[in-house]
Structures are given as structure tokens and as C-alpha cells.
């Protein structure tokens, strides 16, 4: 039986701030989204280097540099914050009962 889509707060293209971890503060743009294992790639973040064994593609092996995926409770999307409120205070009538 599959699993229902998951719904997440953020896609690909959003501007999101990172909230937890090592990387506390960066802000950037969503490169790639993971939803299987719920985690999203966000520029600014250094990738991981990776050493690799040598193979047909790379005979000589060496180190590969791939993205850093961070899991999508650990960030926030920036825009929102950037848009003026959408709930604004009601101004009262004052209404003149002297008559």
C-alpha cells in the first residue's frame, strides 16, 4: 500500500533560513527537494566531500563534492517574514453621540 504524498511548508525555488545545526543562520534558495526521506538541499550550505573508491567512471578515484541535505523541520521559509502582515488592526469609528 503506498504512503500518502507527503505536504511540506516549503518547494523548490523558496528563499529559507536554516534554524538548527551547524549551519544556524544561513539563508538561501531550495535546490533540490528529498521527500522520501524529507530533507531539502539549500544553497549556501557547504556540500560534503565524499571519497570514492576508483571505478569506471573515475579510475583515479579520489573526493567528490555532494550536497548537504538538511531535514525540512530545520528550516523556515524567509519570504513570509519579508511581506507586510496580513492581519492588520481595525481601526474604531468614533462616533459623535453629542446630537
Not at 516549503?10 to 527537494?33: A, F, H, N, S, W
Amino acid at each position: 500500500m503506498k504512503r500518502p504524498q507527503a505536504h511540506f511548508h516549503v518547494k523548490r525555488g523558496d528563499l529559507v533560513k536554516v534554524l538548527t545545526g551547524d549551519y544556524r543562520g544561513v539563508e538561501g534558495p531550495i535546490l533540490k527537494v528529498i521527500r522520501k526521506k524529507e530533507r531539502v538541499h539549500v544553497d549556501g550550505v557547504p556540500p560534503i566531500k565524499k571519497a570514492v573508491k576508483p571505478n569506471q567512471e573515475r579510475p583515479e578515484g579520489g573526493f567528490i563534492e555532494i550536497g548537504r541535505p538538511i531535514h525540512i523541520s530545520n528550516v523556515k521559509k524567509v519570504e513570509a517574514e519579508k511581506r507586510p502582515s496580513a492581519t492588520k488592526k481595525a481601526k474604531k469609528k468614533v462616533v459623535d453621540k453629542r446630537k
